[in-house]
């Protein structure tokens, strides 16, 4: 259902256009604040669907921006309060021959809807894809939140040798029974059974052991009368357990299983959230080319492809809920929804971990005390609907360690950015340290940490706050050696695997935008950051020379560094050789200047060139000005 609809915009001009769909994917990104945030229209006419008696048609919204009405045929069939997880609605009643859908979009401010208030855009629009579901008379459940119908919950047992799965299923009809049926990648069968809930054993059991093989079964599941099959569904699913502890970290399959990776926002550049499964493609393949195994997919439900392709690539995720910045009392129901649609949807995703209940709510919040009961509301709903999980959240920095919001979930993680929005990366340390000190007991991670780098901004003396690709890769060095040494951490995500768009932002040279990605926003460039995660991280050998894109000179002698995952690099200076050296990810040379000086760095077959200029002055397609406490002040003259 996802072409030929006309849009009524903000302006009142009426355009043809195709879902997935946003009226923000421009003014969203551009700065100033000053997005579109109103109500629009979206039509639609469609013929009757073919189906007979005693067939159901239910209408299927994968995300819409951020409160909704449907109307089909004049009548008003759901309204749905959050923009980011699947919603449906049986409409068989309201059909006709001929059928005229509007779909009012809003995402106006208001006080019951989250999010509101927080550092990204919120693009509004239908801009996932539109579906028509036509079945049985006789069906598997489409009614409950948005969910599949079938859950399983698989473990390993027996010194996990075996596979004990358990296979639930809800259908709209006490009729007929309900058969299913396990099988491997191949498609063979390896277990089956009879009933709403059984539960089978599947011999010799291939674990999901996260990026090292991430193996799926599917599980099947019909629901058959008088010998026909009515209705069939079917979920892919992975063996695994996980367990986390204060003083060890994260385990997975009983196996310690350090948890270090990249959170993410969907949004791209002219498109806003509006992308489509190549998008997604693309943003996984990044991030496994740099050697993640975690992702924190931020700040609410993503799309169940993005999911789909975690468990295929052994991501372990923390997905969570868009209970953000500021805790609205009239908000409470909508956390509540937001979070059943997020665990039933996604229940049968191996590679989530733990269910996300909040992020910085103590930014703005006033009432207290209703926080921190909606708080415990909501951690007790996520035991309740999935206990097989844990439960998480991100504390803004400053939320003490002794805020007691920080000790409702089972465990914490903190969103800290010391060395960039205050002074001192050693500070990074006497945190964790303290924490631990003081709650031996209680496991730590970092959900958000990084600083804004921008590839056309370089320094050959990086400073805190001058936005500088050198300052950025800085930063990322000195964490990384941080986590290293404090392998107790249950969690570390990078904030943020790619650049994104918070029209809110005026700062950093280029209005609307964050840049502590990794990668730049239109997927493009990739920061000598990214290759300092990946020397840490991957085992695809490479060489990267850094600050390839800083060629204009002034210093007689510059500071060239590499980095690496081999353990020998050689670097090479208008072709004649400079020097060996040994070590593991960060290689230094010093090379001297000439009018052209051509750098080669090598490790075995693997190799990096650049380019640097001897020049008498800076180069004016940038002016970078002593950043100090306030940030960069900078001008772009290109």
Same mark, same amino acid.
């Given at each position: ?71 089909? !045929? ?8 959050? =923009? ?37 855009? $919120?693009?509004?629009? &239908? ?50 029974? @309900? ?10 069968? @390896? ?10 054993? &599947? ?57 270090? =990776? ?7 550049? =002219? ?21 993640? !195994? ?57 590679? &989530? ?9 103590? &930014? ?46 089972? @465990? ?137 894109? $800083? ?88």
């Amino acid at each position: 259902m996802n072409e030929n609809w006309l849009f009524t915009g903000p302006g009142g001009k009426t355009v043809p256009v195709s879902i997935p769909h946003t009226w923000n994917n421009l003014d969203g990104q551009d700065g100033g604040d000053d997005y579109k945030r109103c109500l629009c229209k979206y039509e639609k006419t469609f013929p009757m669907p073919e189906h007979g008696e005693p067939d159901r048609v239910y209408l299927q919204f994968d995300g819409v921006n951020s409160e909704c009405e449907v109307v089909l !045929n004049g009548q008003t069939v759901c309204r749905h309060e959050g =923009g980011y997880s699947r919603f449906r609605k049986d409409v068989t009643e309201y059909l006709t021959d001929r059928n005229q859908l509007t779909v009012v979009v809003s995402n106006r401010p208001n006080d019951r809807v989250y999010p509101q208030k927080a550092d990204f855009t $919120f693009y509004g629009g &239908i801009y996932r894809d539109v579906e028509l579901l036509i079945v049985d008379g006789l069906h598997f459940d489409l009614d409950h939140h948005g969910g599949p119908g079938i859950r399983v919950t698989a473990k390993p047992v027996e010194g996990y040798c075996l596979g004990e799965v358990t296979v639930e299923t809800w259908r709209n009809t006490g009729l007929g029974e @309900v058969r299913v049926r396990l099988l491997d990648a191949q498609g063979a069968l @390896v277990a089956q059974g009879v009933g709403e809930r059984c539960t089978l054993t &599947i011999d010799k059991v291939r674990l999901w052991n996260g990026i090292m093989d991430p193996y799926l079964y599917t599980a099947v599941a019909e629901l058959v009368e008088n010998g026909e099959v009515q209705d069939r569904v079917s979920t892919r699913f992975g063996v695994r357990d996980f367990h986390y502890h204060a003083k060890t970290g994260f385990y997975l399959n009983g196996k310690s299983y350090p948890l270090r =990776g990249v959170s993410r926002h969907q949004d791209r550049k =002219g498109l806003g959230n509006a992308i489509s499964k190549a998008e997604h493609d693309e943003d996984m393949a990044i991030i496994c080319e740099m050697g993640a !195994n975690t992702i924190r997919l931020a700040h609410y439900q993503h799309d169940q492809y993005f999911y789909d392709l975690c468990d295929e690539k052994g991501m372990v995720v923390w997905a969570e809920i868009p209970y953000i910045s500021e805790h609205m009392p009239k908000g409470r129901e909508n956390t509540i929804s937001q979070m059943k649609e997020l665990i039933t949807q996604c229940y049968n995703h191996p590679s &989530i971990v733990c269910w996300g209940v909040s992020n910085e709510i103590t &930014i703005s919040t006033k009432d207290n005390k209703d926080m921190l009961d909606n708080h415990r509301v909501l951690n007790d709903l996520c035991h309740k609907m999935d206990p097989t999980r844990f439960t998480t959240l991100a504390c803004y920095a400053m939320c003490g360690p002794f805020n007691p919001v920080a000790h409702i979930t089972d @465990v914490v993680s903190w969103n800290l950015y010391l060395g960039w929005y205050v002074p001192g990366l050693f500070l990074n340390d006497l945190w964790m340290d303290f924490f631990h000190t003081v709650y031996p007991d209680r496991c730590l991670g970092y959900s958000e940490y990084g600083c804004e780098g921008m590839p056309n901004l370089h320094s050959s003396h990086p400073k805190r706050g001058d936005h500088s690709e050198e300052y950025q890769a800085k930063y990322h060095e000195y964490m990384l050696e941080c986590f290293e040494r404090h392998p107790w951490m249950w969690a570390t995500h990078v904030w943020n695997m790619f650049d994104f768009a918070a029209d809110a932002r005026d700062q950093g040279g280029e209005p609307g935008m964050n840049h502590k990605g990794l990668v730049t926003f239109d997927r493009k460039t990739r920061k000598d950051s990214f290759y300092l995660y990946k020397a840490w991280w991957s085992d695809e050998p490479f060489v990267h020379l850094c600050s390839k894109r $800083f060629v204009d000179r002034t210093e007689e002698k510059i500071e060239v560094k590499v980095y690496s995952n081999q353990n020998e690099v050689t670097l090479f200076v208008n072709g004649d050789k400079l020097e060996t050296k040994h070590g593991e990810h960060i290689f230094t040379f010093t090379v001297p200047m000439s009018a052209e000086t051509k750098v080669r760095a090598a490790a075995g077959e693997c190799a990096d060139e650049a380019v640097f200029r001897k020049v008498s002055k800076p180069n004016p397609a940038y002016v970078l000005k002593d950043a100090g406490d306030k940030g960069a002040n900078w001008t772009n003259k290109e």
